[in-house]
């Protein structure tokens, strides 16, 4: 695991970004599913998820190393999503994640791989893993760093941060989609889980989750919503937001 995290200030009063997008992968959850897929047989057909935003992409790119497809089942937002990030796989589109799983399902019978996120709970333990890295970081070049939010898809970078940061005296906050504000990415946990199954489920007492205000630019609704999450903290310098596949804008990883 050699990427590097980097993390800046955006504006001098405001919260640190990890910006997730400047890892050698192109994503955080690059870091998440590159030892999650070591083990995978060889003889798999390819790649097959739930995934409107950044797991899609890490298949893809992982896929494409191993020469092998990779289709992505997401709704039209983050079909479209995708598309504007580059996707080189397939995506099929589908309404809920119910349809999507049977989707996934028909897949796995025929030889496709399935991570199965909403439910793989050893993905959080894939998070601790470069969660105790970024620990460490923080510790050393931003020690005034208290709190941690992050957006919520499966719950399993939440989970894995919360782990690692929470016994240290961090707080660890996952920020969910409001209903009929659909985020690339994430889900309403609320409208969108799969009970007793869901990854999540165990974490749902201790890690608190709050729901994004509306977004402007679809393009951008994900940093967006965690930036203006971060600014209403009454220490908003004291936040570090985590945007999984963010990058900052040409002009300088300094602003926004």
């Known amino acids: 695991m ?17 910006w997730g997008g400047l890892c050698e992968s192109g994503s955080l959850k690059y870091l998440t599913y590159e030892r999650c897929l070591a083990t995978v047989p060889g003889d798999v057909r390819g790649f097959v998820e739930i995934s409107g935003s950044s797991t899609a992409l890490a298949l893809d790119l ?13 709704d039209a937002s983050g079909r479209d999503h995708l598309m504007r990030r580059g996707f080189r796989g397939e995506v099929r589109t589908i309404t809920s994640i119910e349809e999507g799983r049977e989707l ?7 030889g496709w791989y399935w991570p199965r996120q909403f439910t793989n709970a050893s993905l959080v333990a894939y998070v601790e893993r470069w969660g105790a890295r970024l620990l460490r970081e ?9 709190h941690l939010v992050c957006g919520f898809g499966t719950g399993a970078t939440v989970a894995g941060l919360h782990r690692v940061f929470a016994p240290a005296g961090y707080s660890v906050v996952g920020l969910q989609a409001g209903e009929n504000e659909p985020v690339p990415g994430w889900r309403n946990y609320a409208l969108q889980n799969l009970g007793d199954q869901d990854l999540f489920r165990r974490y749902q007492e201790e890690i608190p989750i709050a729901t994004a205000a509306g977004a402007e630019n679809p393009g951008e609704r994900a940093l967006g919503s965690l930036l203006r999450h971060a600014d209403a903290h009454p220490n908003p310098q004291q936040v570090l937001v985590i945007s999984h596949d963010g990058r900052p804008p040409p002009s300088g990883p300094g602003s926004v």
Do not use: H, M
């Open 2 to 18: 050699d990427a590097l995290f980097t993390l800046t200030r955006p504006d001098e009063n405001g919260p640190v970004v990890l």
């Open 104 to 110: 996934c399902l028909q897949y796995e019978r025929t």
């Open 138 to 146: 923080v510790r050393a070049s931003w020690p005034g760093i208290r």
């Open 62 to 74: 992982i896929g494409r190393r191993k020469g092998l497809p990779t289709v992505a089942v997401a």
